[in-house]
Nanobody, 121 residues
Framework: QVRLVESGGGLVQPGGSLRLSCAASGSIFSINTMGWYRQAPGKQREMVAVLDSGGSTNYADSVKGRFTISRDNGKNTVYLQMNTLKPEDTAVYYC???????????????WGQGTQVTVSS
């Protein structure tokens, strides 16, 4: 079964950095788009950063200039480098991918289980 596994979350002080990783595994032919989303307690899930196969990126206004999304296509892995973290960045971060399991197959989507990021002094 196709699965996405996030890692790299944890507790950091304001101004600190974390690097999140999301590895996709299973029967995957290709991944079209990978991205990061987050959900804070009591709030809706929001897009943080996305990266398509052509290298185009999109960031939430709140993280522009601080976060960087990158991708290792050979490993089907996406990363989120988070710098100058703020308390308001505290949330569960989820990985998302759009992928195909075979050539010319339907494009499917999958979510990871999430990794907790807590920014606090």
């Amino acid at each position: 079964q196709v699965r996405l596994v996030e890692s790299g979350g944890g507790l950091v002080q304001p101004g600190g950095s974390l690097r999140l990783s999301c590895a996709a595994s299973g029967s995957i032919f290709s991944i079209n788009t990978m991205g990061w989303y987050r959900q804070a307690p009591g709030k809706q899930r929001e897009m943080v950063a996305v990266l398509d196969s052509g290298g185009s990126t999109n960031y939430a206004d709140s993280v522009k200039g601080r976060f960087t999304i990158s991708r290792d296509n050979g490993k089907n892995t996406v990363y989120l480098q988070m710098n100058t973290l703020k308390p308001e960045d505290t949330a569960v971060y989820y990985c998302n991918a759009y992928f195909q399991r075979a050539p010319d197959a339907l494009i499917l989507t999958k979510w990871g289980q999430g990794t907790q990021v807590t920014v606090s002094s």
